[in-house]
Nanobody, 121 residues
Framework: QVQLVESGGGLVQPGASLRLSCACS????????MYWVRQPPGKGLEWVSA???????FYADSVKGRFTISRDNAKNTLYLQMNSLDNEEAGEYYCAKAFNYGSTPRGMDYWGKGTLVTVSS
């Protein structure tokens, strides 16, 4: 059973930094694109970032320059380094695994339960 477990969320002040982790198991982690998606309170899902199996990275315009996605294939772990946090970054953060058609990612088939990020002074 594929398992994705997020951690690292918490309460931070505006301008602070936080690093989220996603521990992955029961699939060949290194072979799949991975994603971070967030959901602000009372709002819909928002794609945040993606990282390819080759290490290529992509970001939503709203976080570009402040967030960094990375992966450690030896540890089967996905990371999201978040800097200069403000209230717009608050919400539940989920990691997700790509669904592949052949070797081409076509969507997201497994999600973690999420980790909550709260930004408050």
């Amino acid at each position: 059973q594929v398992q994705l477990v997020e951690s690292g969320g918490g309460l931070v002040q505006p301008g602070a930094s936080l690093r989220l982790s996603c521990a992955c198991s029961q699939f060949t982690f290194r072979a799949y694109w991975m994603y971070w998606v967030r959901q602000p309170p009372g709002k819909g899902l928002e794609w945040v970032s993606a990282i390819g199996s080759d290490g290529s990275t992509f970001y939503a315009d709203s976080v570009k320059g402040r967030f960094t996605i990375s992966r450690d294939n030896a540890k089967n772990t996905l990371y999201l380094q978040m800097n200069s946090l403000d209230n717009e970054e608050a919400g539940e953060y989920y990691c997700a695994k790509a669904f592949n058609y052949g070797s081409t990612p076509r969507g997201m088939d497994y999600w973690g339960k999420g980790t909550l990020v709260t930004v408050s002074s």
